[in-house]
């Protein structure tokens, strides 16, 4: 399924997930609309990111 990761494997999936998450916010700030404030825009990217983790 979409998403799931083997258990045997989490431990060195974690830290992937975690930085492309990272990624995902800061592309989400470069690309904020005009007049959104960082704090929205961070927000709006949080609602939308597809897995659970963070």
Known sequence: PDGWVDPEK???TLPL???IYEKWIE???NE???GETE???????DRIWPF???
Not at 39 to 45: D, M, Q, T
């Open 27 to 29: 592309t989400s700030l």
């Open 17 to 19: 997930y975690r930085n």
């Open 10 to 12: 989490w431990d060195e």
């Open 52 to 54: 659970d983790l963070r």
């Open 32 to 34: 904020r609309e005009e």
């Open 39 to 45: 704090g929205e825009a961070r927000a709006a990217a």
